[in-house]
């Protein structure tokens, strides 16, 4: 059984950083994406950065610079460093996960494994 564990989330004032992080278990395919999405309340879920498993990395425009997703094989976990952080960037954050083999790797339902979320406050 795949799971997914997010954690790291917390409240921080804008200009702030947070480190995300996502340990996965009962996930063995060698051909991945996972990836991070974001949910504000009323909202859909938004793409925020994937990694495959070739190592090419992807961001949405608004992350760009700031936030950087990275992966530590031996200890099955996926990282999202979030630097300069503003109000609009609070929301649910989801780790997730799908087999790749090509194409995209940034809509959300494309994706079959999620994580049940950490919320990232940003106060202004």
């Known amino acids: 059984q795949v799971q997914l564990v997010e954690s790291g989330g ?12 996502c340990v996965r278990s009962g996930y063995t395919y060698s051909n ?9 309340p009323g909202k859909e879920r938004d ?6 498993s070739d ?3 992807s961001y949405a425009d608004s992350v760009k610079g700031r936030f950087t997703i990275s ?8 990282y999202l460093q979030m630097n300069s952080l ?12 799908k087999t ?16 049940q979320g950490t919320q990232v ?4």
């Not at 991945?32 to 504000?40: D, K, L, V």
């Not at 503003?86 to 996960?97: G, I, N, R, S």
């Open 47 to 52: 793409w925020v950065a994937t990694m495959k």
């Open 86 to 97: 503003k109000p609009e960037d609070t929301a649910m954050y989801y780790c997730a996960a």
């Open 32 to 40: 991945y994406c996972m990836g991070w999405f974001r949910q504000a």
């Open 100 to 115: 790749w083999y090509s194409g995209s790797c940034s809509k959300a339902g494309s994706f079959g494994y999620w994580g």
């Open 71 to 78: 992966k530590d094989n031996a200890k099955n976990s996926l």
């Open 10 to 21: 917390g409240s921080v004032q804008a200009g702030g950083s947070l480190r995300l992080s």
């Open 121 to 124: 406050t940003v106060s202004s």
């Open 55 to 57: 190592g090419t990395t």
